[in-house]
């Protein structure tokens, strides 16, 4: 509220874009869910001026002093949120559709050994850009961000379907990832904008919400596409859709008017060189990781990629501190203890969760029989897990006001889960009904500590950073999904062959067995019924030793979550 001497008030947690009057309504761009900003501002409980119709911002400056806080008349309201939720549900979809049918590409590309970088292509664009997109929706505007996201995510969607090996596809799925990085977080920072923190966890949860319809969307269409008319229309699909989106946003925002300074004076505001550096880094050591798995640790690529990651990062780190003007990720945010221990939770619990929900469709594939479909079905319970987790986490923290035992809480309901699903595997119980019963109590700790790690940067982060922070949030989750499947694949392929060679009989046949089991599911059922048992056992007990490792990533998670910082966020 405007004091009295005409100057603003001081901001605190609860401050946020609030409609003055009735006529008008806070940008559309800047807001991401105008619904939402008006829903708050008729709710207002005395801390808005509503006969001077200022609008006050986090910054604790009027509009008249932050032209980005301009208010816009005539916003269509009602069209905003389904506008933005297509891209919500088309990222979310995305993630699922790979996650139930890269079995069926691998097999049908003869690459199953190596499908993990269909996934990781994926995840190493996306975390690169991510927290880029903090720095272009302050320089370009959320609406040219959100409309770059969905034109780069649609034609990688489009260059998917029309793959002819794996090498093309991996390619297509790295540009898509390039688009998917800003797909939720510009959204992310939208909601920012508007939503008062203590309401920030709610709404993120109605957020997921949306995001869990798409996932649990996804995962049963993706099993349904590539066991009926083929794995390429689960991306040829997305590039209508990304244009839907593109005309709705388009159509339907409304930004203020940017500065007139030359493109490439903005361009030269981005941080490209630390985007590459860490891309190089991860690279590196991912290919070095897949060949270790699948050829050789003594090769020689094998040591120099897993030598040369090590620098890279360092130079990351450097060009981040001391280089890049605008850095992505700026040291000062980054190794900030109120907001490092958030990041690494995010990072910890992701490489868990991914490494589960990536592999574990190999179970039910590869060791129970079961078809895409059947494998996809059986993911929608645990998401739906994720989202009221998320949901529970905003709830809990609007009413009470904190986040620190939440977390620590969601993080043990999280590591309770794998322990279920890693002990279900095989290890002391063959029960597949444990392994979904696992998956939806993780996901439940999950998707609330998503949520509680996301408010307490916002709540710790210095207003100015918050884009920033914010996209650093989603750096981590990213870097910890890239991470997380990747050393799963890694223990899979590694276990995996070892396994099939000790308990296969030595000879030609046997290696070719090998060679042809680790690239194709659909070989499996070629094999003679004795030699069938075998392989599908030695799946099963790669699988769980993966298992075993996401285990260990979420006690790390659970470790950091002490670490967080505790700020009371106030009515």
């Known amino acids: 509220m405007a004091a009295s001497n005409g100057k603003a008030s001081e901001p605190d947690e609860t401050t946020s874009l609030l409609v003055r009057n009735a006529s008008k309504a806070v940008d559309s761009a800047l807001s991401g869910n105008a619904l939402v900003a008006n829903a708050i501002a008729e709710g ?28 816009e008349k005539g916003t269509r309201l009602g069209m905003l949120i389904p506008a933005v939720a ?20 691998g097999s049908d590309l003869n690459a199953l050994n190596n499908t993990s970088w269909i996934a990781t292509a994926y995840f190493l664009t996306l975390t690169s850009f991510q927290p880029l997109y903090g720095k272009l929706s302050d320089i370009f505007g959320r609406k040219a961000a959100l409309l770059f996201a969905y034109s780069v995510f649609g034609i990688g969607g489009l260059l998917c379907g029309l793959s002819k090996n794996l090498e093309q596809l991996v390619a297509a799925r790295a540009i898509q990832g390039i688009g998917g990085g800003g797909m939720t977080t510009v959204v992310s920072i939208l909601f920012s904008d508007v939503v008062p923190l203590r309401e920030r966890g709610t709404w993120q949860g109605y957020l997921n919400i949306i995001y869990a319809a798409g996932a649990s969307l996804g995962a049963p ?29 388009y159509f339907i925002l409304h930004p203020p008017k940017q500065d007139d300074s030359h493109w490439l004076e903005k361009l030269a505001k981005i941080d490209f060189l630390g985007a590459l550096t860490l891309i190089a880094a991860v690279f590196f050591l991912l290919l070095g990781l897949d060949r270790g798995s699948n050829i050789a640790w003594s090769d020689t690529l094998t040591i120099i990629c897993c030598s040369l990651s090590i620098p890279i990062f360092a130079i990351f780190l450097f060009v981040e501190m001391k280089v890049a003007s605008h850095p992505f990720a700026p040291g000062h945010i980054i190794f900030d203890r109120s907001l490092f221990a958030s990041y690494f939770v995010n990072f910890w619990g992701l490489a868990g969760f991914m490494g589960i929900l990536f592999y574990l469709p190999l179970v039910f594939q590869a060791v129970h029989g079961l078809s895409a479909t059947q494998a996809g079905v059986r993911f929608i319970p645990p998401l739906i897990f994720q989202v009221s987790g998320s949901l529970f986490g905003g709830k809990v923290m ?17 590591l309770l889960g794998c322990i ?5 595997s095989g290890l002391v119980f063959d029960w597949p009904p444990g392994l979904v019963l696992g998956l939806c109590i993780s ?116 470790v950091a979550t002490f670490y967080m910082k505790e700020k009371k966020l106030s009515k």
């Open 44 to 71: 207002a409980d005395g801390d808005t001026d509503v006969e001077s119709g200022e609008v006050e911002n986090c910054d604790g400056r009027g509009p008249e002093e932050n032209p980005l806080f301009e208010v």
């Open 86 to 105: 297509i891209g919500i549900l088309l990222a979310a979809a995305d993630q699922t559709l790979v996650v139930t049918s890269y079995g069926k590409i």
């Open 221 to 249: 269409m993706g099993g349904i596409l590539a066991d009926s008319i083929g794995w390429r229309w689960a991306f040829l699909g997305q590039f209508p859709l990304c244009l839907l989106a593109s005309i709705s946003v």
């Open 398 to 414: 609007q009413r009470t006001g904190k986040y620190y035992w939440l977390t620590i809480l969601s993080t043990a309901i999280q």
């Open 420 to 424: 279920i699903i890693f002990l279900c």
């Open 443 to 558: 996901a439940f700790g999950g998707g609330s500590t998503i949520t509680t790690t996301l408010i307490s940067v916002i709540a710790n982060a210095d207003p100015k950073d918050q884009a920033v922070a914010t996209a650093c949030t989603y750096l981590f989750r990213s870097l910890g999904s890239v991470v997380g499947v990747s050393m799963s694949a890694t223990v899979i392929q590694q276990s995996l062959r070892t396994q099939l060679r000790d308990n296969l009989e030595s000879g030609k046949e046997a290696d070719k067995i090998v060679d042809r089991v680790r690239q194709s599911l659909d070989f499996i059922k070629e094999l003679e019924p004795h030699t069938r048992d075998i392989v599908r056992k030695c799946y099963q007990h790669a699988t769980s030793a993966t298992f075993g490792l996401n285990i260990g990533f979420v006690v790390l998670s659970l």
